[in-house]
């Protein structure tokens, strides 16, 4: 029984090196992949701002049927608290980053060698 323990610690552990090992490896992210990192993140946003403005819009109702439900039994309410209205964050639009300018060609070399070399009389 002991075998089998150590002999599976012994592969997990090597199982452990080498993926760390294939992680180490790993090239940096490219351009195009910063930008699906960047759009995923602002999609994931904007879902957030939509999911809470669907929260909101449900607890407006609740606390609406609820006050109704209070009238009609004539049962007391307490004023409602002033909270801000529910804000639609709209469709999701991802504007893309500004292209980053390449760089530049290496300027061309001002006036011939030969101008600067004219003897002096």
Known sequence: ???????????????????SVALAKLPPPTDDAKAKAAEAAAKAAHGGKV??????????KVA?????????????????????????PGAFVYPPPAVAPTAAAPAAPSAPVAAAATPKK
Request: glycine share 0%.
């Open 64 to 88: 609406a049927k609820y006050v109704a439900d209070a009238k009609k039994a004539a049962k007391e309410t307490k004023p409602a608290v002033a909270t801000p209205a529910c804000a639609d």
């Open 1 to 19: 029984m002991k075998r089998i323990v150590t002999r599976s610690a012994l592969i997990f552990a090597l199982a452990t090196v080498a993926s």
């Open 51 to 60: 999911d809470n403005y669907k929260l909101c819009l449900s607890i407006d």
